[in-house]
């Protein structure tokens, strides 16, 4: 029975709405109690930032130091707004404005709160100003220097200056700060180098006595630049003997001929990599037909552009001769004109040369001039029919017949000629005889 009406009573409507209301208000005390209850909320470590520093900058002025650094600020919130203050939300600025001086000022912050919170004010905090030191922006222009210690793969290397790129950087900050700065540094870490390095690397800035500038300091210097190139050359340094190329002829061999170079070696040197595949200097080729027994001559000594000569000297001087070689002389009148152009005659002005024959004895035996032919050839030297007469100095060769390889002429050869248009003959047999 008793069952009955309390089932009665809990299904009624009645109770359904006096239950919803109880809960609503039990609800919503527990958000008053628990929720919106406000307590103390304690940001310690709040960050300063600074609102028109570029006004303060167009008067030449720069915020070197601040203190404190930050600031403690305490509210009395509730949970819900506690969530959202912490030192990335919130921030103290201050407005640098009505800065027109230099030396030390107290100003007064604003506290900036994250959106959708409203302006709160703290019931305690650290400072209630902060405390400036304003000096002179400085700009200086710094050398940037760098040395290499790391030490080297072999012996034979050497390592030259290391190159910066740029040799000076531009640094702007506070005057006291900029006046400190003697140069820029650029450490190297690499050790045991065995060819040449290049690099961008940071730097560092170092004061007159040779002390890096602290890093509170650094944090008002700007730079123009972050990164420097520097390349650390590595030079091979390789002793290379002299040497020459001889084109023979006449007789000459690598058996009967012999040289010497003074001197016979030069020391050098280079980019490793570049220069490890030279091991000789080839000084010029000499014609062995360009004299008769022995000659000295001097060549410059020439390097490729990413070489250096280390020993001083310039030039090397060359002494050849040749051996079991004779010579004889012959006044020739056998001569010859090769590639004359059609409609051109020929009018030698040389009638004989004297052309000097060198050889072994043996193949010299027999040789008369008539054996001997000098030919000049015209193909380069008359390319266009002429107008009139021309004399030519033509290069000429030496040709001998019926006779050993072994023997040759010996120096060069020139005919002196005269080249004449049949045209211009033609002109002078029918040109009319003026009256006597």
């Known amino acids: 029975m008793l069952r009955d009406k309390l089932s009665k009573i809990i299904s009624s409507r009645v109770f359904l709405i006096i239950f919803a209301l109880l809960a609503a208000v039990a609800l919503w005390m527990y958000v008053e109690i628990t929720i919106n209850e406000e307590s103390s909320h304690e940001l310690t470590a709040v960050p300063i930032v600074f609102r028109n520093e570029a006004i303060l900058r167009d008067r030449g002025l720069w915020i070197a130091s601040r ?187 690598e058996q009967n001929t012999s040289w010497s170079i003074e001197p016979a070696f030069i020391t050098v040197s280079g980019d490793a990599e570049a220069l490890r595949d030279i091991n000789t200097l080839v000084l010029n080729t000499i014609d062995m037909t360009s004299f008769t027994s022995s000659t000295t001559q001097s060549f410059p000594i020439v390097l490729p552009s990413h070489i250096q000569n280390d020993s001083g000297v310039s030039t090397a001087t060359v002494f050849i001769s040749v051996h079991d070689l004779d010579f004889e002389d012959f006044a020739v009148d056998n001569l010859f004109v090769n590639n004359l152009l059609p409609g051109h005659s020929i009018e030698m002005i040389t009638r004989s040369i004297d052309v000097r024959i060198r050889g072994r004895r043996d193949d010299l035996y027999g040789i008369s001039e008539t054996d001997i032919r000098v030919v000049a050839d015209l193909r380069d030297i008359l390319t266009e029919p002429l107008d009139s007469p021309d004399r030519f100095r033509v290069p000429a060769r030496i040709y001998i017949d019926g006779v050993s390889a072994g023997v040759g002429p010996i120096g060069e050869y020139r005919i002196n000629l005269r080249v004449i248009p049949d045209s211009y003959i033609a002109e002078s047999v029918n040109a009319p005889v003026a009256d006597s």
């Open 67 to 253: 203190e404190p650094q930050t600031v403690r600020l305490e509210f009395e919130v509730s949970r819900q707004v506690a969530s959202q203050l912490t030192n990335n939300t919130v921030s103290v600025e201050i407005d640098l404005a009505n800065i027109a001086r230099t030396g030390y000022v107290s100003e007064v912050y604003d506290i900036i709160f994250p959106a959708g919170v409203g302006r709160l004010t703290p019931i305690s905090s650290s400072v209630d100003r902060i405390t400036l030191f304003v000096d002179q922006v400085a700009v200086r222009t710094i050398p940037v220097r760098s040395e290499y210690v790391g030490g080297l793969a072999a012996e034979d290397l050497i390592a030259e200056p290391v190159v910066v790129e740029p040799p000076t950087i531009t640094i702007e900050g506070p005057e006291g700060v900029i006046s400190r700065v003697s140069h820029a540094m650029v450490p190297i870490f690499r050790e045991n180098l065995s060819t040449t390095i290049t690099d961008e690397l940071p730097f560092i800035l170092i004061d007159e006595y040779g002390h890096e500038i602290e890093a509170e300091f650094l944090d008002v210097v700007t730079t123009n630049t972050d990164l420097i190139r520097v390349t650390v050359p590595i030079r091979l340094v390789k002793e290379i003997p002299l040497d020459i190329a001889l084109s023979h002829g006449a007789g000459s061999s």
